[in-house]
């Protein structure tokens, strides 16, 4: 019985994702093209907007995490960050300058980053010791697919597109998608631990209790971040082998389709053979697949490379979150899995300024060829560091 109830906890949690990924991707990729038509905005103002606006999530995971550690209201925490997304198309609805724009995606990356720690904290204990990696599988699976119909529906919407398309009303039907994904907080149910008889220390006071293993991931996914630069120079990318504006997106949908669909069998998979043996694969098709994005001179290949972009990320996105989960002591869980996005975070700026600087100076190929390279570093890291926990092997 609390086998099933932990189940429908997880299925519930992977529905809120999947409405407010569907209602998010509705609306991201006309971002730009709301901007530069209605506010006459520049490609560089749009990308300042976008910087300061993943900033903000990055640094907020973190404090997020340690905040549901210290006051164990993960159910509540995760409901404000995703209740923030209504705020965020209302925000866009309203705002009249460019600033107000910036203001509403300001909004909607601080919501991502309160929510992203205490809904997998959540997700976590709604799963089996032996069963880490098939929650976040599952989670991950819901969480793409809407994804990939929200950006279908604005490939349609882009594809009738005339010249008095009206913004806002596509943004205030987005709005019913983020309503029901919320309402399904009313049946979710957490996991109350013990709050701490004393005040906890800031996180950082008690890095020593972390996990020999947790800290060299964090290295890693640093390490692997910085040439992991923003999905826009991949779309760029794209472009250059012939797909127009419009048909770009639905090579993100075929990208989000794809580890939809592979989410879920990975993660089982990490269950059963333990982390590593996935996310050291994960790391080398990374390579594989940005040495495709470099070198590619066809459609077809880039559609290809594109699927084999959403394998990696299957590989990689539920199953790192179950070993971080696994091997984080119990009073910091929520702080280590804000602390892993956190990381990738920080990383992911300057690692979008040294592809921007690659590719300007010496050509598109070189910042996928470069990525490519500290992937395989991260990978041979891995290879001879990292022990091949499972979640019934938890280390203390």
């Known amino acids: 019985m609390k ?26 990729p006309l971002i730009p093209l709301y901007l530069t038509v209605s506010f006459g905005a520049t490609p560089a103002l749009v990308g300042v907007i976008e910087g300061i606006a993943e900033s903000a999530a990055s640094l907020l995971k973190v404090f997020s995490g340690y905040i549901t550690d210290r006051f164990q209201k993960k159910k509540s925490i995760a409901f404000l960050g995703y209740a923030t997304g209504i705020i965020y ?6 705002a009249v300058t460019w600033g107000g724009v910036l203001g509403a995606r300001v909004i909607d990356r601080a919501g991502k980053g ?29 969480d793409m697919s809407g994804a990939a119909i929200g950006i279908l529906i604005t490939y349609f919407l882009l594809r009738g597109m005339s010249t008095d398309f ?43 209790k972390v996990n020999g293993q947790l800290r060299l991931y964090l290295l ?18 794209a ?40 996310l050291v694969p994960g ?15 066809s459609q077809w290949v880039m559609v290809a490379v594109f699927v084999i972009y959403g394998a990696y990320t299957a ?47 010496f050509g598109s190929a070189v910042p996928f060829v470069f990525g490519a390279g500290l992937s395989l570093v991260a990978a041979i890291l891995l290879t001879v560091f990292m022990k091949n926990t499972q979640a019934q092997e938890v280390c203390e």
């Open 89 to 94: 198309k209302l925000a866009l609805i309203f």
């Open 220 to 237: 890693v996914v640093f390490l692997f971040t910085l040439g992991n630069s923003s999905n826009t120079f991949i779309l760029l990318k």
């Open 239 to 278: 472009k250059s082998t012939g797909f127009d504006t419009i048909n770009v997106i639905l090579l993100y949908f075929i990208y989000n389709l794809t580890a939809s669909g592979l989410s879920f069998p990975f993660g089982k998979l990490s269950d059963r053979i333990g982390r590593k043996k996935l």
């Open 166 to 208: 009206d913004y806002r009303k596509v943004f205030a039907i987005s709005i019913i998608p983020a309503v029901i994904g919320l309402s399904m907080f009313f049946f979710i149910k957490q996991k109350n631990q013990p709050r701490p008889a004393k005040t906890m220390e800031p996180f950082w006071k008690n890095i020593h």
């Open 114 to 142: 309160i929510r992203t720690a205490p809904r997998d904290v959540l997700v976590s204990e709604s799963a089996d010791k032996g069963s880490l990696g098939k929650a976040f599988g599952l989670h991950k699976a819901l």
């Open 3 to 28: 086998k099933l109830f932990s189940l429908r906890n997880v299925i519930l949690l992977g529905f809120v994702s999947f409405f407010t990924d569907l209602s998010t991707e509705m609306i991201y």
């Open 315 to 361: 590989m990689i996105t539920g199953v790192e979150r179950a070993f971080v989960a696994e091997v984080s002591p119990l009073e910091l869980k929520g702080t280590m899995l804000g602390l892993q996005s956190t990381v990738a975070g920080i990383a992911l700026l300057p690692a979008s300024v040294i592809a921007g600087v690659l590719w300007t100076s």
């Open 283 to 297: 790391y080398l098709l990374f390579s594989v697949c940005y040495l495709g994005f470099a070198f590619a001179n």
